[in-house]
């Protein structure tokens, strides 16, 4: 989509000839970054070649983060060096960064919610008329090109908070593009991306590699790295640990490498996982019917106490209408018995009496009061249940809270920490303990591991496995397919808002679950 | 961990926070749990060692009797405002809504109703118009707080116009306002306005700091969808909430009453501001959830002690207000920049 002579910098960059093997576009040596009591990054290295696309791998709070900012000139190291073509400089700021060809999308999406696609596409820069008014019609035209040359289907015209809100971090990977950036830095851009549209980030991605843009990616689903990048950078608590060409690694290998230890068996099914006898365990939560936001409807299911229920399907296929349907979150209608007793939920409220619990894919938007602390956090379900008259009962709560402490292996300070300062993993746990303190019947979580690192990922699955085998029934709606083959009893399959099919967890595997996803068509084997 | 200090208010950051720097030495102090505290409070300070230097008579007992009863009113006020502005609001009726508590009460008095019955009757007045009118629109309907308050703001007040045929209606008969507003006690030096005011304040304190409904208001300001999604009835809550504001502006009239000893159409006219300045002044965030109620009391006496600096000093009321004014954007800014040291 760009050529060489439209690149921006100095033309030495690019003197490189045939043969000679071509000098690195942008270098990171011995980068260190202090933080008041943490030591974010140390002596970290980074090469970052022409056309060469670079994945940075490593758990939350390894420094992936941290580092991409040095090198967008977010942050400023305390140590080594950034060189540009064998230049060494030091970025004042990120539009400084900017202007020497370095672009960062960072995870947070930064658009203007209120101006249109075409404003945010063209933004500084709209075409305009020698009154300076804007002209509309060549702004729309030029947003088209932009957004076709992209393959994404959006109207230039719509305002852009009305868009999804994977579309608008579509728009801002492509108004950075619009920079021309020798190197772009995208920051977890499929956290929030539908399949497909994973799949046409990645083919805009190889298109600027064969133009010779540098991608620097990071991601949360390690098989990104192997379908996309070049070379794997793999950082552990602000440490490089290793450098690899992707052809001589592999997701175990890489897996390894983040957390230190050898952690491949974290989507694996543990072996002594007993699936609750259908005849023996009575039957927790029971839906018939149930519809709600004209999103879902005709959803019959059913959870043992005990059994996990998996609920996967692709965005937008009602998966998280149907939590919040469930836990009295947005109305609904239908019928639901919980341990056989008909419940209407009308409020969240309705649910928790029932003995529902609801964990949300929106964690610091729905999960968590992010300026009260972690021991608020946790008892905060539970306040009806303590004190008398409405006074609290101090012994009562911090009893609770040192209880979640130990029994979730929550990682905090202290219970007077403010949430917001924790990792994502000991967040979650938070909001999961939250619902085990209380104690309950059905627990239902959206997303249960967004944004969650790998270590925390299987201490949550063990919770969860955990607390199924004290009884407790799970419905787990999510995403990550490969989370509900190692979690799921059952997987229920979602698509345009109904159940299309189930499958036994030991039976089903990606390819039939992806199959009913998109087809809705009954697999021959294993549906039940 | 002690027992006692696990459910304390998120205290801040605690160290390892992202984003601070070895320099950052005042920004650690706005992090802190004096933070909201420490600007005013200096100032106060400072300002009560100019007086001994420079205004001999502001340490008379005969004015600072007289600082204490002016410190009734605002405190009662600010003591409500505190609670609205700890669930994400702010209550701009409570200026109209004293006026409207006020006239009810002069009207019952001069009807003929005994003062305690009229007394209770104001008070119950206030926290059931607060409840039903801003309460529900606002916890209920979901409405904005801004536009609701400035509504019934605007309608309290038309009302009180009204009723009172813009007169003003003279109350020197009461005594039980008079000793409510205007009396002392204890030796003849403390005003009963501010033991009362002082007593308000402290149950707010123990109400937000001992019961589960004080726990709500901050969890509901911090995120009320996470705390409605813990089973928190927000609407509720937030009801609740501007039914104390309420009943806060009933008190206030009753106090006002007596130190005028007339209930005048115009009566609590703009002290919404005030009680927000101060309230704002003391460290609580106007986005909700966190601060306390003694910022919001450093707030209120600051304020009073400035303004009763001002008067001794001869300054006039148009400097007042100026002054007042931007002690208010002073505040906002404080907030702004404490707001910024914790996003890191």
């Given at each position: 989509?760009?050529?060489?002579?439209e690149?921006?910098?100095?033309?030495?960059?690019?003197a490189?000839?045939?043969?000679?093997?071509?000098?690195?576009?942008?270098?990171?040596?011995?980068i260190?970054?202090?933080?008041?009591?943490?030591?974010?990054?140390?002596?970290v290295?980074?090469?970052?070649?022409?056309?060469?696309?670079?994945?940075?791998?490593?758990?939350?709070?390894?420094?992936?983060?941290?580092?991409?900012k040095?090198?967008?000139?977010?942050y400023?190291?305390?140590?080594?060096?950034?060189?540009?073509?064998?230049?060494?400089?030091?970025?004042?700021?990120?539009?400084?960064?900017?202007?020497?060809?370095?672009?960062?999308?960072?995870?947070?999406?930064?658009?203007h919610?209120?101006?249109?696609?075409?404003?945010n596409?063209?933004?500084?820069?709209?075409?305009?008329?020698?009154?300076?008014?804007?002209?509309?019609?060549?702004?729309?035209?030029?947003a088209?090109?932009?957004?076709?040359?992209?393959?994404?289907?959006?109207?230039?015209?719509?305002?852009?908070?009305?868009?999804?809100?994977?579309?608008?971090?579509?728009?801002?990977?492509?108004?950075?593009?619009?920079?021309?950036?020798?190197?772009?830095?995208?920051?977890?851009?499929?956290?929030?991306?539908?399949?497909?549209?994973?799949?046409?980030?990645?083919?805009?991605?190889?298109?600027?590699?064969?133009?010779?843009?540098?991608?620097?990616?990071?991601?949360?689903?390690?098989?990104?790295?192997?379908?996309?990048?070049?070379?794997?950078?793999?950082?552990?608590?602000?440490?490089?640990v290793?450098?690899?060409?992707?052809?001589?690694?592999?997701?175990?290998?890489?897996?390894?490498?983040m957390?230190?230890?050898?952690?491949?068996?974290i989507?694996?099914?543990?072996?002594?996982?007993?699936?609750?006898?259908?005849?023996?365990?009575?039957?927790?939560?029971?839906?018939?019917?149930?519809?709600?936001?004209g999103?879902?409807?005709?959803?019959?299911?059913?959870v043992?106490?005990?059994?996990?229920?998996?609920?996967?399907?692709?965005?937008?296929?009602?998966r998280?209408?149907?939590a919040?349907?469930?836990?009295?979150?947005i109305?609904?209608?239908?019928?639901?018995?919980?341990?056989?007793?008909?419940?209407?939920?009308?409020s969240?409220k309705?649910?928790?009496?029932?003995?529902?619990?609801?964990?949300?894919?929106?964690?610091?938007?729905?999960?968590?009061?992010?300026?009260?602390?972690?021991?608020?956090?946790?008892?905060?379900?539970?306040?009806?249940?303590?004190?008398?008259?409405?006074?609290?009962?101090?012994?009562?709560?911090?009893?609770l809270?040192?209880?979640?402490?130990?029994?979730?292996?929550?990682k905090?300070?202290?219970?007077?920490?403010?949430?917001?300062?924790?990792?994502?993993?000991?967040?979650?746990?938070?909001?999961?303990?939250?619902?085990?303190?209380?104690?309950?019947?059905?627990?239902?979580?959206?997303?249960?591991?967004?944004?969650?690192?790998?270590g925390?990922?299987?201490?949550?699955?063990?919770?969860?496995?955990?607390l199924?085998?004290?009884?407790?029934?799970?419905v787990?709606?999510?995403?990550?397919?490969?989370?509900?083959?190692?979690?799921?009893?059952?997987?229920?399959?979602?698509?345009?808002?109904?159940?299309?099919?189930?499958?036994?967890?030991?039976?089903?595997?990606?390819a039939?679950?992806?199959?009913?996803?998109?087809?809705?068509?009954?697999?021959p084997?294993?549906?039940? | 961990?002690?027992?006692?200090?696990?459910?304390?208010?998120?205290?801040?950051?605690?160290?390892g926070?992202?984003?601070?720097?070895?320099?950052?030495?005042?920004r650690?102090?706005?992090?802190?749990q004096?933070?909201?505290?420490?600007g005013?409070?200096?100032?106060?300070?400072?300002?009560?060692?100019?007086?001994?230097?420079?205004?001999?008579?502001?340490?008379?007992?005969?004015?600072?009797?007289?600082?204490g009863?002016?410190?009734?009113?605002p405190?009662v006020l600010?003591?409500?405002?505190?609670?609205?502005?700890?669930?994400?609001?702010?209550?701009?009726?409570?200026?109209?809504?004293?006026?409207?508590?006020?006239?009810?009460?002069?009207?019952?008095?001069?009807?003929?109703?005994?003062?305690?019955?009229?007394l209770?009757?104001?008070?119950?007045?206030?926290?059931?118009?607060?409840?039903?009118?801003?309460?529900?629109?606002?916890?209920?309907?979901?409405?904005?707080?801004?536009?609701?308050?400035?509504?019934?703001?605007?309608?309290?007040?038309?009302?009180?116009?009204?009723?009172?045929?813009?007169?003003?209606?003279?109350?020197?008969?009461?005594?039980?306002?008079?000793?409510?507003?205007?009396?002392?006690?204890?030796?003849?030096?403390?005003?009963?306005?501010?033991?009362?005011?002082?007593?308000t304040?402290?149950?707010?304190?123990?109400?937000?700091?001992?019961?589960?409904?004080?726990?709500?208001?901050?969890?509901?300001?911090?995120?009320?969808?996470a705390?409605?999604?813990?089973?928190?009835?927000?609407?509720?809550?937030?009801?609740a909430?501007?039914?104390?504001?309420?009943?806060?502006?009933?008190?206030?009239?009753?106090?006002t009453?007596?130190?005028?000893?007339?209930?005048?159409?115009?009566?609590?006219?703009?002290?919404?501001?005030?009680?927000?300045?101060?309230?704002?002044?003391?460290?609580?965030?106007?986005?909700?959830?966190?601060?306390?109620?003694?910022?919001?009391?450093?707030?209120?006496?600051f304020?009073?002690?400035?303004?009763?600096?001002?008067?001794?000093?001869?300054?006039?009321?148009?400097?007042?207000?100026?002054?007042?004014?931007?002690?208010?954007?002073?505040?906002?800014?404080?907030?702004?920049?404490?707001?910024?040291?914790?996003?890191?």
């Amino acid at each position: 989509m760009t050529s060489d002579a439209e690149m921006q910098g100095p033309p030495r960059d690019r003197a490189a000839g045939p043969g000679v093997p071509p000098a690195p576009l942008v270098e990171l040596i011995s980068i260190g970054k202090h933080f008041p009591g943490v030591q974010a990054l140390s002596d970290v290295d980074l090469t970052i070649g022409t056309g060469e696309i670079v994945g940075v791998a490593g758990e939350n709070g390894s420094g992936k983060s941290t580092l991409m900012k040095v090198l967008a000139g977010s942050y400023q190291p305390d140590a080594g060096t950034v060189a540009i073509a064998g230049e060494p400089v030091a970025f004042s700021s990120p539009a400084d960064a900017l202007n020497r060809g370095i672009g960062l999308v960072a995870q947070e999406v930064q658009v203007h919610a209120d101006l249109t696609v075409a404003e945010n596409l063209l933004f500084g820069r709209m075409p305009r008329t020698r009154l300076r008014t804007i002209r509309w019609g060549a702004a729309r035209q030029e947003a088209e090109r932009i957004l076709a040359a992209l393959g994404l289907r959006i109207a230039p015209s719509v305002r852009l908070g009305r868009l999804p809100l994977y579309q608008q971090h579509l728009i801002s990977i492509a108004k950075m593009l619009q920079r021309r950036p020798r190197v772009l830095i995208l920051d977890e851009p499929t956290a929030s991306l539908p399949l497909d549209q994973v799949e046409t980030l990645m083919k805009a991605l190889r298109a600027l590699r064969q133009e010779g843009t540098a991608v620097v990616y990071i991601t949360h689903r390690l098989r990104e790295y192997f379908e996309l990048c070049d070379r794997l950078v793999v950082l552990r608590d602000g440490a490089h640990v290793a450098d690899r060409r992707v052809a001589e690694t592999n997701e175990d290998e890489l897996v390894e490498l983040m957390v230190g230890r050898n952690l491949s068996s974290i989507f694996v099914r543990p072996a002594d996982r007993v699936r609750p006898d259908d005849a023996g365990a009575d039957l927790a939560l029971r839906t018939s019917g149930l519809a709600a936001a004209g999103k879902i409807g005709g959803i019959d299911l059913a959870v043992r106490s005990g059994e996990i229920l998996g609920i996967a399907g692709q965005a937008g296929s009602g998966r998280s209408t149907l939590a919040r349907a469930l836990f009295g979150a947005i109305p609904s209608k239908g019928t639901v018995e919980v341990g056989g007793r008909p419940v209407r939920l009308r409020s969240p409220k309705d649910a928790i009496a029932a003995g529902i619990g609801f964990v949300p894919d929106d964690r610091k938007g729905q999960g968590l009061v992010l300026s009260a602390s972690v021991g608020e956090n946790i008892t905060m379900a539970s306040w009806d249940q303590m004190g008398r008259f409405g006074f609290r009962d101090f012994g009562d709560e911090s009893a609770l809270v040192r209880d979640s402490f130990e029994r979730l292996r929550i990682k905090a300070p202290a219970a007077t920490t403010c949430v917001d300062t924790l990792s994502g993993g000991n967040q979650q746990k938070i909001v999961i303990a939250k619902w085990v303190a209380r104690g309950l019947r059905v627990l239902i979580l959206d997303e249960p591991t967004r944004g969650v690192d790998v270590g925390a990922k299987d201490e949550i699955y063990r919770l969860l496995e955990g607390l199924a085998a004290r009884g407790t029934a799970i419905v787990v709606c999510s995403s990550e397919l490969l989370e509900l083959l190692r979690l799921a009893d059952r997987i229920a399959v979602m698509r345009r808002g109904r159940v299309v099919g189930e499958q036994l967890g030991e039976e089903a595997t990606e390819a039939s679950v992806t199959a009913m996803a998109f087809k809705g068509a009954r697999e021959p084997e294993g549906t039940v | 961990m002690s027992n006692h200090q696990v459910l304390e208010p998120a205290a801040g950051r605690v160290a390892g926070g992202r984003a601070a720097g070895a320099r950052q030495l005042p920004r650690r102090i706005l992090e802190s749990q004096v933070g909201p505290f420490i600007g005013v409070g200096s100032v106060l300070v400072i300002l009560l060692v100019v007086e001994a230097f420079v205004q001999s008579n502001f340490y008379e007992p005969g004015n600072l009797t007289n600082l204490g009863r002016a410190l009734g009113v605002p405190l009662v006020l600010a003591a409500g405002m505190t609670l609205a502005l700890l669930t994400g609001g702010v209550d701009l009726s409570i200026g109209s809504s004293l006026a409207l508590s006020g006239t009810l009460y002069a009207k019952l008095y001069t009807g003929g109703t005994p003062p305690v019955p009229a007394l209770v009757i104001c008070l119950a007045f206030g926290l059931i118009v607060g409840f039903a009118i801003n309460g529900f629109l606002i916890g209920r309907l979901n409405m904005s707080f801004f536009v609701v308050t400035l509504g019934t703001l605007s309608l309290f007040r038309g009302i009180v116009y009204l009723w009172t045929n813009s007169e003003t209606i003279s109350m020197y008969e009461d005594s039980l306002t008079q000793k409510i507003g205007n009396e002392t006690t204890l030796g003849g030096h403390v005003p009963i306005a501010l033991l009362i005011a002082v007593a308000t304040v402290v149950a707010i304190y123990l109400m937000l700091r001992l019961t589960t409904f004080g726990r709500q208001i901050y969890a509901v300001g911090g995120n009320r969808e996470a705390a409605r999604l813990s089973g928190v009835r927000t609407d509720w809550v937030i009801a609740a909430v501007y039914a104390i504001t309420g009943l806060c502006a009933a008190l206030a009239a009753i106090m006002t009453i007596g130190r005028t000893a007339s209930v005048d159409p115009k009566m609590g006219e703009s002290l919404e501001l005030n009680a927000a300045a101060a309230v704002l002044l003391g460290g609580v965030s106007l986005s909700g959830g966190s601060g306390s109620i003694w910022g919001a009391v450093l707030g209120v006496v600051f304020l009073e002690v400035l303004a009763n600096a001002l008067a001794l000093a001869g300054t006039s009321t148009s400097w007042q207000l100026i002054v007042t004014g931007v002690i208010l954007v002073v505040a906002v800014y404080l907030d702004r920049l404490r707001a910024r040291a914790n996003q890191g």
